[in-house]
Structures are given as C-alpha cells and as structure tokens.
C-alpha cells in the first residue's frame, strides 16, 4: 500500500507532485508514476515515465523526473498529500465494491492476486494505519540512489521504436 500512496503523490491528480513540477512547466506533455499490479505475490518493477515537452531535451525531463522522485524519497509527503491519497483511494475502493457485480470482482480480484478474499479488507486496514513515514521508507526503498531505478529514452525512427539506455539514478 505505501508505494502504491507515493505513485499516486506523485502523479493522478493536476495537485500532484509530477504534474505541478514537470507538467505545468511545460517540461513533460505527461508524466506518470505507476507501482507494480496491485496485489502481485511477487511485486516487481514501479514504472516511473515522462514525455518531454516540444523542444524539451529528454536528458531535462529524465533529470526533473528524478529529481521530483528522490525529493519524495528523502522528504516524505506533506500531510495534505497523505490526507488526498487517502480519501482518494477509499472513495476508489468504495465506489468499485457498491454493486455486487463490483463487490463480487473485488473479491475475485483479491483471491486471485493474493490468494485469499480476506486481502481486500486487508488492503484497507492497511490504508487506514498508512502513515507518513511508511510512504516515505518505501519511496527511498524503491526510487533508492543506488542504481536500482534503470532509465531509457524511447525513441521512435522509421516506424520502429528502440530503447537506448540512458543511465541509472
């Protein structure tokens, strides 16, 4: 749950923190921070991932998205970004479980992912005892400084898109 809280402090909502830095500057066109499935047994990769603006050089927009992550990972959210996540993610979880064909899919949802349907309520105990500090130790977990992020820019050539590698942060 926490590094799903920091995806989405830093991208879902024009207050969030890759849209008001990189967005609104005219840096990026888009920008998003995408944890791994929620739920997975095995979590993998978070996918962290910017459009450069026009005559943007990718290079900025790698280093501005970078920068905006570590700032989550050694700062933490604020209170207000923690109180938005929150409300945020339980109208989501409420509003999918209102019908029984949402309730029914959550669960199946649940059972599947995690291997029981108990996950659910799991999933919002956990949302509830969410504190600032869990979101800030699994940002610098995750976005760590020690070359675990990988980065690339895609670039698209004669109908044909290669990823050339760029670096790690």
Not at 31 to 58: I, N, S, Y
């Amino acid at each position: 749950a926490s590094i799903e809280a920091a995806c989405a402090i830093l991208h879902g909502t024009r207050s969030a923190r890759l849209y008001t830095s990189l967005i609104m500057p005219g840096v990026a066109l888009a920008a998003q921070a995408v944890p791994a499935f929620p739920g997975d047994k095995h979590p993998c990769a978070t996918l962290l991932a910017a459009t450069p603006g026009a005559g943007v050089d990718p290079d900025i927009c790698s280093d501005a998205l970078a920068r905006e992550v570590l700032r989550l990972a050694a700062d933490g959210p604020t209170p207000a970004e923690m109180d938005r996540v929150h409300r945020a993610g339980l109208v989501s979880l409420y509003s999918s479980v209102r019908s029984n064909a949402g309730l029914a899919g959550a669960l199946a949802g649940a059972a599947a992912a995690k291997g029981t349907w108990r996950a659910l309520l799991d999933e919002v105990a956990a949302a509830d005892g969410l504190g600032r500090g869990d979101v800030e130790d699994a940002a610098g977990r995750v976005f760590a400084t020690d070359g675990n992020c990988t980065t690339g820019v895609v670039e698209a050539a004669a109908a044909r898109v290669t990823i050339a590698p760029a670096g790690t942060f």
